[in-house]
């Protein structure tokens, strides 16, 4: 159908829906049934089947499974089935490590898909894009991405910017009217919206014409095919490190075997036991525990109510130390009321709180009626009209649907009996020019029931005192002179000195004849009403995030559009300005360069008076002082200081589809609590990435190393290689995975932010990993050497014994590597994933050293009760020695 050519009630009809009332729910799912999800297919993804074989490609399992095939051909038949299982069971571990991080990838791509408003049975809902069907009404406004194909039944001062589809960066304005012709291109079709565009200006509503692969973008067909998986700048540091791993591994593994062979050990042997040591070594596990780390991570993240779009910001945020944040609903509890009211020189108190609708008007101390004032009366009717929220009722509670400042002045009106749809039966809106950021105003031209029509204006009291001329004064028009503006200038400063936010209303006659087309012709020549007061009272969590990430090293910077004395006030009540910190308003900021403001920022913790524009550079002065900034917005202005900031963050409940773009971390609860504690999460993700590092590399540094000190001392094989294989599965899988689920420490949020720069192995790592690895190797070796001398004829009771004092210094190595500090300054049980996967180690350890059965296939033979103290006390010294020691240089 060519929509493009049809009036409104043709498309209605031939859609079959209501542009009044929108599609009813039974008949959603009848024609989802009909036409589908609304998504674009994604291609072939790889298969289970595929995903599990991939586990076995690499190039040391290869070598083994080859080994494995020589072993049988030699008659080592028992050997060879068992190296095959344990290979298989490290298959599985892994396959279903990468199912689950793949599953939690694609979770997120499911929560931060984007949502639009469709109307339904008389309602505006807010659903996933993915939801919407062929015939449902939706609405846009700007910063909206458009969800789905729509012929546009309604537009004001609409704007779409087009680039994704035709290549054309200029935005294209759009219309209702009719376009005909043929063949007309997707740039010239002014009445229709696309998939995947972006609303830049304005705002409209449209019928949904094409979904999912029938729409244009889905026709083009080049959008999210083979979405590529992120990799991190940690991951690549990781993959990096691995492939010199793999070197020295292979070079020990070499000398291993040579040295065994020169000293008269079966080259056979050596050689199945260099493999089994290569694969041991090289810690294959390690990028697919990162992958699992970080999403896990990201899940718990998700929890509480913050979700990572980009993978890297995990590791950036542990490295934060500014995090700039709206005030509005981030630091406040965006439930604006209206308190004060001001006009011609009068001033009122409301009562009532929240968005409940109940509440009285008082002047000084006296209850009025607001009827019995004209002044009042006329000042709350303009703020009703000149809005778009709606007050919803929620079982007990009332919420607001849209602008929380313009739910205020809604309540407000509401408080004096008028009901804004109670007034648009007296008043029509003929026009609207939207709230544009730069502009910080909003106007609509009205007809009332006598056909007089004028303009109303609301916005910042600066801004609409600039463009009039007159003031309302006790019922006459006076002229808005020196005088007058310094009585409205003071109200304002004493209404923000109450942490007031003010909203100035003007307006102006115009006649029959007057034709409109630009807000620059509406917005002038004003006539001011008065202000409304209103205030946001702070979020109460957010006082003791502000105080935890100073703490931390992070300072935070608020950035508002209010009034300097109203956001100090908030400021102060927040702890976010301290002793002699700085206020800066915008005017300041616009005559300042970057490096003007690089001298004054470190002192500035409060930004007032800013449009979205300044957010860039304020982002660009921190950043040039090397400072890590994390930046909050939510408007289509905010989407360059988002993307710019090292960590952008998007509003989930108040933000855009084009910030939520722009940014890697969406609140979804648009809290600024919740980026301390996303924050104090990346924090502890980078964390236990490093406490896995720590462990797997110094338990692969301790098989390697007793390996070859018993070659440099001529001695036999402490460990065969089924039993260095066994190792290898048992400490290096459910351990290491349970410390990447490690609480975080208490002084997380105590210590300075990590330097971005900061290396994988800094803060002493290496040398944790290379002295563990040292002692662990030369303790199992005293183990067995202690047992070899004892009997030289049990030569496979001294390697049972090489094999369980490996396995649990490893395996008590592991609760070491939960701090930074030592064994003893954490509880061990507290974390119970990590004791329950050491208990199941130490099980599966006792079943191949005690089952008849495994016996031969191990070559281990029963422990006696006597040499288990032998066993603990070796096993214990790696990590109760360098504990003691850690105390001794503390005390000292």
């Known amino acids: 159908m060519k929509y493009h050519e049809m009036g409104e009630k043709d498309v209605e009809k031939a859609l079959n829906t209501n542009f009044q009332c929108g599609l009813q729910e039974e008949e959603v799912k009848n024609r989802r049934k009909q036409f589908g999800w609304n998504e674009l297919d994604e291609g072939e993804k790889q298969s289970a089947l595929l995903l599990f074989f991939s586990q076995f490609k690499d190039f040391m399992v ?249 993978l890297p910001a995990v590791e950036t945020l542990g490295c934060a130390s500014v995090i700039c944040s709206d005030k509005t609903g981030t630091m406040t509890q965006n439930k604006m009321t209206v308190t004060h009211i001001w006009s011609s020189g009068q001033t009122w108190n409301v009562t009532g709180t929240g968005y409940h609708p109940g509440g009285e008007f008082y002047q000084r101390d006296h209850k009025v009626l607001p009827g019995n004032s004209k002044e009042l009366q006329q000042l709350l009717t303009f703020g009703a009209l000149c809005n778009h929220a709606e007050l919803k009722q929620k079982e007990n509670d009332y919420i607001i ?3 929380p400042t313009e739910g205020a002045l809604l309540v407000a009106a509401m408080k004096a009996g008028l009901k804004r749809e109670n007034l648009l039966k007296q008043f029509t809106v003929e026009k609207e020019f939207p709230f544009d950021s730069s502009r910080k105003m909003m106007s609509m031209i009205i007809k009332d029931q006598h056909g007089k029509r004028f303009v109303i204006t609301k916005g910042a009291p600066d801004v609409i005192v600039g463009v009039s001329e007159s003031i309302l004064w006790t019922g006459r028009l006076q002229h808005l002179g020196g005088e007058s503006r310094e009585k409205v200038n003071d109200a304002v400063e004493g209404l923000a000195m109450q942490a007031l936010r003010t909203i100035a209303i003007a307006f102006k006659p115009i006649d029959s004849k007057t034709i409109i087309l630009h807000e620059s012709e509406a917005e002038k020549n ?72 690089e001298e004054e920022v470190e002192q500035v913790s409060v930004f007032a008076r800013v449009s979205p524009e300044h957010k860039l550079k304020i982002v660009k002065a921190l950043q040039n002082r090397g400072h890590i900034v994390a930046m909050t917005g939510d408007g289509v202005n905010d989407a360059p200081a988002i993307k710019t900031a090292d960590i952008g963050v998007s509003m989930g409940i108040t933000g855009t589809d084009v910030a939520k773009e722009a940014s890697a971390l969406v609140l979804l609860d648009d809290n600024f609590a919740t980026i301390k504690a996303a924050i104090k999460e990346g924090r502890n993700i980078y964390e236990n990435i490093r406490k896995f590092i720590r462990y797997l590399l110094a338990s692969n540094v301790g098989e390697i190393l007793v390996m070859l000190f018993a070659m440099i001392l001529a001695l036999p094989l402490p460990l065969v290689p089924i ?170």
């Open 401 to 403: 649907d849209g602008d």
């Open 723 to 892: 039993q260095i294989l066994w190792v290898n599965l048992v400490t290096d899988g459910l351990p290491a995975m349970a410390l990447g689920l490690d609480k975080p420490e208490e002084d997380v949020m105590k210590r300075k932010p990590r330097h971005h720069k900061e290396g994988v192995f800094a803060r002493g790592l290496g040398w944790k990993v290379v002295s563990r690895g040292f002692l662990i190797g030369v303790s199992t070796l005293m183990a067995f050497v202690t047992i070899y001398h004892r009997n030289p004829d049990q030569l496979a009771y001294a390697q049972t014994i090489a094999f369980a004092t490996l396995v649990l210094a490893q395996l008590i190595h592991v609760f070491d590597c939960r701090s930074e500090k030592s064994v003893f300054a954490r509880n061990p049980f507290g974390n119970w994933y990590l004791v329950g996967a050491v208990i199941s180690s130490l099980l599966l350890m006792l079943i191949v050293i005690y089952t008849p059965a495994l016996q031969p296939i191990f070559h281990t033979v029963p422990i006696i009760m006597r040499d288990w103290l032998l066993i603990i006390g070796m096993s214990a010294i790696p990590t109760f020695l360098l504990a003691g020691s850690f105390y001794l240089r503390k005390k000292t």
């Open 62 to 310: 290869l070598v083994l499974l080859a080994a494995t095939l020589i072993s049988g051909l030699l008659g080592e038949y028992i050997d060879a089935i068992a190296i095959i299982a344990i290979v298989l069971i490290n298959g599985f571990l892994g396959f279903f490590q990468e199912r689950k991080a793949e599953k939690s990838l694609h979770a997120l791509k499911e929560l931060s898909a984007p949502q639009v408003y469709v109307l339904r049975d008389r309602g505006w809902l807010k659903i996933t894009s993915k939801e919407v069907v062929v015939g449902d009404v939706i609405k846009f406004s700007s910063g909206d991405r458009i969800g789905a194909d729509v012929r546009i039944i309604e537009s004001n001062n609409l704007e779409i910017e087009e680039s994704a589809l035709t290549g054309e960066s200029l935005p294209v304005s759009k219309k209702v009217d009719i376009v005909a012709g043929e063949n007309v291109s997707l740039g010239d079709l002014e009445n229709m919206a696309f998939m995947g565009t972006m609303v830049t200006r304005g705002n409209g509503i449209g019928v949904v014409t094409s979904i999912g692969m029938k729409t244009a973008m889905g026709q083009i067909a080049h959008m999210l095919q083979n979405a590529q998986v992120m990799v991190t700048p940690l991951q690549r540091r990781l993959e990096q490190l691995g492939k010199i791993l793999i070197t020295f591994a292979l070079l020990l593994t070499a000398l291993v075997v040579a040295i065994g062979v020169i000293q008269g050990h079966d080259l056979y042997t050596m050689f199945l036991a260099g493999v089994s040591l290569a694969v041991a070594a090289i810690p294959e596990g390690l990028p697919a525990i990162v992958t699992v780390a970080l999403s896990l991570g990201v899940q718990r993240m998700i929890r509480m109510n913050a979700i990572v779009r980009k």
């Open 526 to 597: 004003l006539t001011f009403i008065g202000l409304q007061g209103m205030i946001d009272p702070p979020r109460p969590e957010v006082k003791a995030a502000v105080k935890e990430c100073r703490d931390a090293g992070i300072k935070t910077v608020m950035i508002t559009g209010d009034h300097a004395i109203t956001a100090e006030a908030i400021a102060r009540q927040l702890g976010i300005i301290k002793g002699n910190a700085k206020v800066l308003e915008g005017k300041v900021l616009n005559e300042m360069t970057v490096e003007e403001l």
